[in-house]
């Protein structure tokens, strides 16, 4: 039984283990204030360009959100996302748990655009209802769409326009700025959002997104809030040395474009069957819509998530490629599911 | 320069490492729910000795603390802790933060007694006031000393006349169970406490506690709140993996009692040259009071916390001793201490 | 320019204003532990006819529905409403301040059903999401529609067997017993909801709702939930007052009954005029469907809400009536509204 | 059996009635945007000497204490209080359940000083504690006493050097202001404190509290705050008009005078008869120290609280007074305290 359920099923990228290693037996100071969370902060500056935005590493994406939201947000403010969006369905209303209610909007692609917002806006004229205020996008989308930079630019002039925070969850960044049809860079990003996070957990370390705030008026005193919520790890190296290892060199895009390469193997031969798919995704996670017999066949051997009922005799499963996949595997699964095929055929 | 800082100064245990490393390319599930968790939490439920508890992992105390006392009160209940107690002073207002006021009390020895709860319950007559519900308790304490069994047995008869819940953070619990004079064993606790957690971050692991709930009512639901508070690592076989190597045999004792060893080791020579300490323990942690320039001297050389000035000429100093501290430092440091007593002899 | 605008356009009815006035120089104990607070509670139970439910005495509707579901709910569970629900749109995220998500649901008729709570419970399976408890309904609704008996009988069933709370706000549960097709009476809801209130500033009162707590298991500690959320008023002799005078004979009940009269008349008149409606209410808000342009004119001498555009020349308005409304107001506005379609036609 | 345990005992000042009969069937806006609340606002504005404020209206002391703080402070932001504070002890945890810490400090005389906050910020000094932020007095204090225009102005400037939120709590401002030994104003107040507030409650209405926010970067989205923690009264106009009334020529003032002579008329006496006071209060709430047997005497036929045993004969306890206060029966209670005196001595 080989799994495609998530990027997440394996421990860590070997070099990652062995810097791990490699420093094991020397002192550091606890919480983040080691050499190596300091040097990996530098070195990510590097990568995006500036030196005028702040970085925190911390251990998850919820955990990220949920701080990163909360601490942004006064107590009547709300964040704004789509319903597929991961704080919406997937986090177990951690950002309401904070106290701010997140304000759904529907979108196919899994993408908002300024007119959801205006839409939003208007709808929330005074204080009988929330102040619609930070705008949470996920890079790439839960569904695997990602944002052009046109898309990206646009909502920053709504945003600016109306004084919203626009925030970028980055779980699956890395797979979302190496697929094939991205325009977008990691230093393009200071000047589009007011924050973001980098994914590390998906994208080859054993655990790790690190966050970067752009804008001034949101960075004061974020460690107070990382500390409150429980995410200052004592021994904060543990998340310095693996930062500081994917981006020591271009380990983390080389992770996320394998994960890629390997989603596109399958895609490819899956189109070229005339497989359709619930999304139109060139990231790591994609949507066959397959026979229900077909599915049947597969899970006996390959190991996904059902992801959504399209008709009677057909569903959408959701195929996760990783840093960790092999080639070899692909291939074999490309097989599989060609004999499945000719079978019902 | 060698730092007696704290506890969480390296990395982790070799053997931690090293089941990393071995485990690293199998799948397993995320969010906890793989073998090696499964096989921790059973684990520690065989060393507890009995099945009837919920073992789970998260990684960091004050994680642990917020999400456990969270999950247990009502809106309106309190949580009561003596002033030194690590959820009043060190952990950024993370109770509070949930909604819920720590009612203090002083206790120069860093220890709760029935004395003080009845104290607290009698101060706390209607809803007027909070409600004071759960006694916050940490062994080894905040200052190194230890509670005996039958502190703890009074404790319990108290809470269970008073409808009082019993938590203990056990942050330190190892070096606790490992002290000299301690009389506890981890299987006395299900009968004791209502819920305790058993910390790896301060003895050997790269991150991670195990929460053990033992009353019933306290258990339901538990998955939901450390998913809420950003706690379910998606990785959880990291925590699986550490528990699993640290209980797979007398490993996490055996690291303990050397961090109690060489703190012991400090301790008796520093008695020898007729030292005085701040508080009177027996575990990894010891607070000398030092005259200043003594302090001042060793500061070049060593690293360790400034804790507390005693008169105009003494200060206590806290070093903390860990499984990675090394035999040939601490008599180093020793030899050190002894040259630096006789130059202002 | 008289208003339809609302329920809450005047004082308190003169016979509470009168009681207010009798009883003011009595000395009474504080915090709603006052005799006027205790017969009013009393009353209630009376007229519910059981003891076996707590009163508690609040100031408004917002404030009851907060601490009543804050209370109610552990930290990761949520509420479940129709998107019309006051407490989704109107409440300024109240809910959610208090940690709490609300899931919505869609209903034109602002009713929830079995069928809307079964899609729920099935889109909430594990701890990754939140777990909806609290059933939350309006009776009347938001919309001015009401709950048959039978329907509430089947949501308790439904809430009975996949242990939900089941809360009703009842802000104009006066109008809704009141209404013509009403056949629910006070008595019957302690067996079928586990809390409700009864709103007393939409029906009379200066300020005031009266929560009515059933389940056993909800009981415990209310005041204290009171109290921190700032609902204890030192006067509380002030609400009880009101609701011993709104429930010392019917005056509760004349009060809505004549709120709704108000309402029929206006609907008799504009369903001969072949007016529609956007709902089928029953009880004191109504939403007549109008030509654009009348509405124009009825601006001029009359304020109401404008509520939802319907198509490029028609807009529904909301007109609500009260216990203060004068039948000869209502008879201008109608001669008034026919001239105007005259004109028009 | 005459009650001086509070100073709300009574209704409203019959004044205060009346304007609520005399407005009854006028039609307002809701919410607290009717006319009568504007004409308050501007009227406070007008005896506070500037428009450069911005007043609300609240139901109570807890309400306003607990929107107020956690509106001004971020979550990682806490209080300061003396230990005999009203949000630390009588307040059930409101303030932590917004998720802000109170950090406590002792005065013997109910006051903060420079010299306390010092101290509080010395023992904050990074992330690992809650950030210090907003420093909250009574005045009066919870224990009868007063700040003078001096030991405010010292506050102030403190304040503003270490970036802190001075705001005081006015439940008992009336009784302040009209102490004789009293030098500071109302006017005084907008270049002293952040935000205050002028107790209704206490003194004369029926409920209502006029908080006045100073600073101008806590004023933004305030009535947010308001409607999500249930404050915002559908009849806001109740509380305007009771502001109205009591601004409107001298009445507010005049009640508290009232108030203040009746509690020195009982000092006097007390004096004179060489009973001592557990403080120097100048206010409305005295707690002279008696022997028991005569507390035991007094209670047959009046009511007061019992507030601290002081040794084993002697008791303090609390008496306070109105405006509803009748002058007369303060002599008698006078008389009966001489007669028992006589017949213990």
């Known amino acids: 039984m080989y799994s495609f359920k998530n990027d997440y099923s394996e421990g860590a990228h070997p070099r990652i283990l062995n810097a791990l290693l490699e420093s094991n037996y020397e002192q550091e100071d606890g919480y983040g204030e080691d050499e190596y969370c300091r040097k990996a902060a530098g070195l990510i500056k590097e990568k995006i360009g500036t030196t005028e935005v702040d970085v925190h590493l911390l251990s998850g994406g919820t955990q990220t959100n949920l701080i990163a939201i909360s601490a942004f947000l006064r107590p009547h403010e709300a964040a704004i996302a789509v319903s597929s969006g991961h704080i919406l369905g997937h986090e177990t209303g951690a950002i309401e748990a904070t106290g701010h209610k997140i304000i759904s909007v529907d979108a196919s692609d899994g993408k908002i655009t300024p007119s959801h917002l205006r839409a939003v806006l208007d709808a929330h004229p005074d204080e009988h209802m929330v102040k619609p205020k930070l705008v949470y996008i996920s890079n790439s989308t839960e569904i695997g769409t990602i944002y052009k930079k046109n898309d990206l630019v646009q909502l920053r002039e709504f945003c600016d ?99 890629n390469k390997m989603a596109e193997l399958l895609k490819e031969e899956m189109c070229e069957a005339k497989i359709s798919f619930l999304t139109d995704s060139p990231t790591n996670q994609i949507f066959p819509i397959l026979p229900n017999s077909v599915i049947s066949d597969l899970e006996k051997k390959y190991g996904f998530h059902i992801w959504k009922k399209v008709d009677a005799d057909h569903t959408a499963i959701r195929l996760v490629t990783s840093w960790a996949t092999k080639e070899e595997v692909v291939l074999g699964f490309i097989e599989d599911f060609k004999k499945i095929l000719q079978r019902i055929a």
């Open 161 to 259: 326009k109306n004084h919203l925070i626009l925030y970028m969850d980055g779980a699956r960044l890395g797979s979302a700025l190496c697929a094939g049809e991205n325009d977008l860079e990691l230093r393009d990003l200071p000047a589009i959002v007011d924050a973001f996070y980098i994914g590390g957990t998906k994208n080859g370390a054993l655990l790790g997104e690190a966050l970067v705030i752009c804008r001034d008026s949101l960075k004061e005193d974020f460690r107070y809030h990382m500390k409150q919520k429980g995410a200052l790890l004592a021994k904060g190296r543990l998340l310095g040395i693996q930062f500081l290892e994917l981006f020591r060199d271009n380990l983390f895009f080389e992770l996320a474009m394998h994960a």
